[in-house]
């Protein structure tokens, strides 16, 4: 059902992350990526608007949407999509019609609909539901992932966008919905630092305790599931 691959350093996990983007790019058809949101994601766009990532990467190829989008202007530190362009995408000669960004600025509602709109029409479908090739995504500390929070999913919610409250913080936000993103091909979490080691450890501990964990309860139905990690993230696995 997924796979634990443990990196000594954060450097060798991103060269892998950028490795197999560049092998997406190369595909015959587009691909569609939706990456994660968050500090952790940063370090690999950095990565991929230098050389020879830059150059290397089809980028033409490829279409990037997000997980979850906070719902604030892009010009805020706060907005996903506004610290992927700033850090990645304005550097590198992928076209305006490749990014499919939540527009934070508009009202939930209405974005709401519209993201809704755009998906539908512009992924393939698996099962009846728009496919994602490859899902980016982060953990918290406190076991979410997206912006599906614990206590408030809605695993069934038949939606690809839900509407979140960040619990902490009372931010309003715009998720792909636990369906959507166990409808992908490929998902990748992608989890470092020593601060994360715990919920590391109790989302793979026991079944019943980790199952209130959102990101437990997210692996591709009919595909792949990888959790990259470092070795600080991982330093409370315990081997079977
Ligand atoms: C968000 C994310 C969220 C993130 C985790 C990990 O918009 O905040 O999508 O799910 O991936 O909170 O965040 P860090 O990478 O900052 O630890």
Same mark, same amino acid.
Request: net charge negative; charged share 25%; aromatic share 10%.
């Given at each position: 059902?997924?796979?634990?691959?443990?990196?000594? $350093?954060?450097?060798?996990?991103? !060269? =892998? @992350?950028?490795?197999?983007?560049?092998?997406?790019?190369?595909?015959?058809?587009?691909? =569609?990526?939706?990456?994660?949101?968050?500090?952790?994601?940063?370090?690999?766009?950095? @990565?991929?608007?230098?050389?020879?990532?830059?150059?290397?990467?089809? &980028?033409?190829?490829? =279409?990037?949407?997000?997980?979850?989008? *906070?719902?604030? !202007?892009?010009?805020?530190?706060?907005?996903?999509?506004?610290?992927?362009? *700033?850090?990645?995408?304005?550097?590198?000669?992928?076209?305006? $019609?490749?990014?499919?960004?939540?527009?934070?600025?508009?009202?939930?509602?209405?974005?709401?609909?519209?993201? !809704?709109? $755009?998906?539908?029409?512009?992924?393939?479908? =698996?099962?009846?539901?728009?496919?994602?090739? &490859?899902?980016?995504?982060? @953990?918290?500390?406190?076991?979410?992932?997206?912006?599906?929070?614990?206590?408030? #999913?809605?695993?069934?919610?038949?939606?690809? &966008?839900?509407?979140?409250?960040?619990?902490?913080?009372? /931010?309003? *936000?715009?998720?792909?919905?636990?369906?959507? @993103?166990?409808?992908? *091909?490929?998902?990748?979490? #992608?989890?470092?630092?020593?601060?994360?080691?715990?919920?590391?450890?109790? #989302?793979?501990?026991?079944? $019943?305790?980790? /199952?209130?964990?959102?990101?437990?309860?997210?692996? %591709?139905?009919?595909?792949?599931?990888? &959790?990259?990690?470092? /070795? %600080? %993230?991982?330093?409370?696995?315990?081997?079977?």
């Amino acid at each position: 059902m997924f796979e634990i691959k443990v990196y000594n $350093e954060v450097d060798e996990l991103l !060269e =892998h @992350l950028a490795e197999q983007l560049m092998a997406y790019s190369l595909r015959s058809k587009p691909c =569609h990526i939706a990456l994660s949101g968050g500090s952790t994601p940063k370090a690999l766009y950095a @990565l991929l608007a230098m050389e020879p990532f830059n150059s290397a990467i089809c &980028w033409d190829n490829l =279409h990037f949407w997000w997980g979850d989008e *906070r719902m604030v !202007e892009k010009e805020s530190a706060q907005s996903n999509f506004g610290e992927a362009y *700033r850090t990645l995408f304005q550097h590198v000669p992928i076209p305006e $019609e490749n990014l499919h960004p939540i527009n934070g600025a508009n009202e939930l509602s209405i974005e709401q609909v519209h993201a !809704e709109e $755009e998906i539908v029409s512009k992924l393939d479908k =698996h099962e009846g539901r728009p496919c994602f090739d &490859w899902v980016l995504l982060g @953990l918290g500390e406190d076991g979410h992932t997206a912006s599906l929070f614990p206590g408030q #999913v809605d695993y069934e919610a038949q939606s690809n &966008w839900v509407a979140a409250t960040h619990p902490e913080t009372g /931010e309003v *936000r715009l998720s792909l919905s636990a369906e959507t @993103l166990c409808n992908a *091909r490929s998902i990748a979490f #992608v989890v470092t630092g020593a601060n994360k080691a715990e919920i590391v450890r109790d #989302v793979f501990g026991d079944e $019943e305790e980790s /199952e209130q964990y959102p990101a437990a309860n997210i692996f %591709a139905f009919d595909g792949e599931t990888q &959790w990259l990690l470092d /070795e %600080a %993230a991982a330093s409370l696995l315990v081997n079977d």
